[in-house]
């Protein structure tokens, strides 16, 4: 049987943290929770393995990526609101891009850059003029979405 890039999410109850060895996202403002055994998602090739840009790849979640995740634009910038500390940390290609992005604070990642090295609770913002997608799953353009 053939391998699929997308996964299904599952009900998360997010009344009880994550059970052991069991990653959770929620990817704001949409609101969209995941979960999934640490190291268990097909590389999607968008991104670094693991990082949210894999991870949004992998359960259907738009996170915009125009260089395909090559650390080359801005469009997958994140806020980190919670699980910082579990992740990677940034290189300096990440740091030198990340300095261009609108609208940069502390908590800023490229979603394809920052990956998730241990199991546990992440929550992730993406940026007001970056979301760039409408009700039905299609990014707008920039133009759109004054
Ligand atoms: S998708 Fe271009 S830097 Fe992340």
Redesign the pocket.
Known sequence: MAQTTTETAKPVDLTKPPAAGVVRVTFLPENRTVEFDYGTIPYDH??KPMSF?DVAENFGIFL??????????????LWIKEGAAGLSEPDDD?LD?IETAADVQLNSR????AVITRPGSYVVEIPKWNRNYVSEGKPLTLTENK
């Open positions: 968008h991104g840009l915009d990526h125009a260089c395909g995740g090559s650390c080359a634009c801005t469009t997958c910038h990440e891009r490229l979603g394809c850059q």
